[in-house]
C-alpha cells in the first residue's frame, strides 16, 4: 500500500510533524538522502497512528469523555470557601457547553487590554467603566410621597444628580422631573394609583445610570505582566466597542455570543477551548482530539447545535436510531404519520435488526465494474 | 468610534473563498457533491466581510494543537 502513496510528503503529514522532521535533519546534519529515509519511517509510522476508515471514532469520542466525566460528578457541587468570583465549573459547565445553552449559568468576560495601555490605573478605570451601575447603586434613599403621588430620590453623591436624572430621563417618557433641596422628584404626568407609582418606582431603581449592561462585577488581576479585567455577566458587543480593549484576545465564556459576534469557527474554538479547560481544572487527561470532534460535529450545520435529543441525536436521519435514543413513541408515530422510510445505514438500525453494522470492516461492500 | 476587525481575532481562524475552478477541483479529488460538507452560513460574520454567496466554498486553514496546521471546508449556505 505504502508504495503506492506519492512521493511527495508535503502535504500528506500534518505541518507540526514536518516541522519537527526538518528540525531533527537540521541538528543531526542529516544528508538529503538520509532524510529522505527519515521521513519514509515517519511516514509509515504516521499512517500506523491514524484512525483506519470505519473506525468508530464518534463513539470512542463518547466514552473518553464521559468516562472521566462520571468521576467528575460527585466532587462538582462543592463550594469549599471559594475566594473570588464563582463561576460555574466541573460537570454543570461541561453540561452546559454539550447543551449548547443559549445563557451560561455564569457568563464571564476576560478582557485584554492592548500593550499600550496596559497599566494598574487603565485596568482599574476600565473596569469601573463597565461595570453596570443603576439608580439603585447609586442612591441613599427613594421613597414616594403619596400624597403628592410623586417619588423622591436622595443621591449618594450629590454631584452626581445630573447623570441620574439624565438616565430616568431617557428611560421613561411621561414624567416631569425636577430637583429639591438635593432632591430628585419625579412626578408622573396624569393621575395614578398607589399601585402604578410603586411600579414607576420598581422600574427607576432598575434603570442604568452607567456602565455595559449585562456587566454585573468585575474584578482585575495581573496574569505575568499584564492586567486582565474578568468580568462576571457578558456583553461582547459593547465591550469590543472601548477603545482601549483588544479585540483580538477578548473573549466570553457564552458560544453563541462567540458564535454571534465572531462566526462558528471562533464559536468551535471555544467549544473546545472551554470543554478541554473544563475537565483539566477538575484534573482530568483527556485527549483533545475527542474533544474536537464534539466541537466539530456541534457546528457541521453552521449553526450550534446541542447533543441531545434537540441537536445532533435528534438530527440523525435513521428514524429506528432517533426511536432508540429518546422519546421513542414520538418519533415512531411521526415517521408512520409522515410515510418515512429508513434506510439502513447507520449502526443503530443495523444493530436492532441484527444485520451487519456498517462500521469497521462492515462498512465496505464489493462494487464490480463490468466491461461493457 | 474604534473598528473592530473580527478577523484578526485570535480565535478565528484564516477564512478564504474558493474561485470556482479550485471548487471544482476540491469537489473532484475528494469525490464529494458539494451537500456534504459541513456547511457555514451566509449571515456569519466572517462570510459577510468576505461577501460571500450561498454555494461558495470556504477554505479554513485552522491552527491545530495536534497538527500545527489544517485545512477545512465549508460550505456557504443560507441562514
Partial sequence: MLEELPKSYLGELPRSIIEEVEEVAKERRLSEEKKERLIEEVKKSYLKGKFEPGETVGIIAAQSISEPATQMTMRTYHFAGSAGIKVTYGLPRLIEIFDAKREPETPVMTIFLKKRFNSRKRAKKIAEEIVEKKIFDVIRRISMNLSEGSIEIEPLNPKRIGTIIKAIKEKMRDITVRVKAKKVIIIPKGKVSIGELRKIRERIIETRVSGISGIASVVIRMEGEEWIINTIGSNLEEVLKIEEVDETRTITNNIHEMARVFGIEAARNLIINEALKTLQEQGLDVDIRHVMLVGDIMTVSGSIKPIGRYGVAGAKTSILARAAFEETIKHLVRASVRNEVDNFQGIFENVMVGQVIPSGTGMFDLVAKFEE | ?79
Fill in chain 2, 1 to 79: 468610534m474604534k473598528k473592530i476587525n473580527i478577523e484578526r481575532h485570535e480565535l478565528v481562524p484564516k477564512h478564504i473563498i474558493l474561485s470556482e475552478k479550485e471548487r471544482q477541483e476540491l469537489l473532484e479529488k475528494y469525490g464529494i457533491t458539494l451537500k456534504q460538507l459541513p456547511k457555514i452560513l451566509v449571515s456569519d460574520p466572517i462570510i459577510q466581510i468576505l461577501n460571500g454567496k450561498v454555494g461558495d466554498v470556504v477554505k479554513i486553514i485552522r491552527k491545530s494543537p495536534t497538527a500545527g496546521e489544517i485545512t477545512h471546508y465549508r460550505v456557504v449556505i443560507k441562514g
